[in-house]
Nanobody
Framework: QVQLVESGGGLVQPGGSLRLSCLAS????????IGWFHQAPGKEREGVSC????????YYTDSVKGRFTISRDNAKSTVYLQMNNLKPEDTGVYYC???????????????????????WGQGTQVTVSS
């Protein structure tokens, strides 16, 4: 099973940018659906953006459309989440997940469903504050 490690979080002012990275080891991400999830303080974890294994389909939750971009570099076994125009409500822990099972970006991100083969990272903290 793949191991995932997120990085790139930190403290940023409103309107600023961060790029989160999710580095995989132990297996390739090439054949996995990938998702970024956000857990705000005191709230449940929610899907922010997901990308299909073929990169044909992407999903963004409404609150991040036009601000966040998900991408992957299979050669580097890394998935990225570019976060622009950050807002205080973007504060929280961001997790990446890789799921090799047949699924859709909607199932992963909207329903929050992942298979028993999915791997989660430990999360990276993002704080948006002036």
């Amino acid at each position: 099973q793949v191991q995932l490690v997120e990085s790139g979080g930190g403290l940023v002012q409103p309107g600023g940018s961060l790029r989160l990275s999710c580095l995989a080891s132990g297996s390739t991400l090439e054949h996995a659906h990938i998702g970024w999830f956000h857990q705000a303080p005191g709230k449940e974890r929610e899907g922010v953006s997901c990308i299909s294994r073929s990169d044909e389909n992407t999903y963004y939750t409404d609150s991040v459309k036009g601000r966040f971009t998900i991408s992957r570099d299979n050669a580097k076994s890394t998935v990225y989440l570019q976060m622009n125009n950050l807002k205080p409500e973007d504060t929280g822990v961001y997790y990446c997940v890789a799921d090799p099972a047949p699924t859709t970006v909607q199932t992963m991100c909207v329903m929050g469903w992942t298979s028993s083969f999915a791997s989660w990272g430990q999360g990276t903290q993002v704080t948006v504050s002036s």
